[in-house]
T-cell receptor, first 114, second 111 residues
Framework: DSGVTQTPKHLITATGQRVTLRCSPR?????VYWYQQSLDQGLQFLIQ???????AKGNILERFSAQQFPDLHSELNLSSLELGDSALYFC?????????????FGPGTRLTVL | DQQVKQNSPSLSVQEGRISILNCDYT??????FLWYKKYPAEGPTFLIS?????DKNEDGRFTVFLNKSAKHLSLHIVPSQPGDSAVYFC??????????FGAGTRLTVKP
């Protein structure tokens, strides 16, 4: 158990809908990262937040947005969903000042868009 | 934008032998490299890392080698065990910011 929690575990929805994925980082971790893993693909970095502020942006679509709240949990919002958005979405967190940038991953949310 | 590449999607080795997983990167600004291991239905877990100022880091059965001139790193597992069967992701980061992952290599260790 990494200490990072993600809800829900599974989500099935239809094209055009909007969903929200939730992540709670490890206690004390200030950074939260979101990743997408599509079938047979590696982990695609989406976005990073640090203590409530956006820190880095990767291959995140304009239909996707995220935020980190004062209690440090984070939400990833996916809107106007398309079939190709079906994937595993991972959240990770890291402690401030980690030299090796080790990230601790949650178990993921499997999103299926029908 | 594939800055980190793992060109072998799968690798199969016999128990007790050496497993060598390879990774190439294109961005010379990367200063930290990591290997993560992923079992089915779980998130990736950190395995071992190396700073760009080193060329080798060892942790038990796991050794990571970095060749900066070739922009290549490799993970050696000796001896390989069936419990090592998993997907291994290579990752690289710059200035402690966003991490770029490779596509992963599925390692199967046969008893």
């Amino acid at each position: 158990d990494s200490g990072v929690t993600q809800t829900p575990k599974h989500l099935i929805t239809a094209t055009g809908q909007r969903v929200t994925l939730r992540c709670s980082p490890r206690s004390g971790d200030l950074s939260v990262y979101w990743y997408q893993q599509s079938l047979d693909q590696g982990l695609q970095f989406l976005i990073q937040y640090y203590n409530g502020e956006e820190r880095a942006k990767g291959n995140i679509l304009e239909r996707f947005s995220a935020q980190q709240f004062p209690d440090l949990h984070s939400e990833l919002n996916l809107s106007s969903l398309e079939l190709g958005d079906s994937a595993l979405y991972f959240c990770a967190s890291s402690a401030p000042g980690t030299l090796n940038n080790e990230q601790f991953f949650g178990p993921g949310t499997r999103l299926t868009v029908l | 934008d594939q800055q980190v590449k793992q060109n072998s999607p799968s690798l199969s080795v016999q128990e007790g032998r050496i497993s060598i997983l390879n990774c190439d990167y294109t961005n010379s600004m990367f200063d930290y490299f990591l290997w993560y291991k992923k079992y089915p239905a779980e998130g990736p877990t950190f395995l071992i890392s190396i700073s760009s100022i080193k060329d080798k880091n060892e942790d038990g059965r796991f050794t990571v080698f970095l060749n900066k001139s070739a922009k290549h790193l490799s993970l050696h597992i000796v001896p390989s065990q069936p419990g090592d069967s998993a997907v291994y992701f290579c990752a690289a980061s710059f200035n402690n910011n966003d991490m770029r992952f490779g596509a992963g290599t599925r390692l199967t260790v046969k008893p």
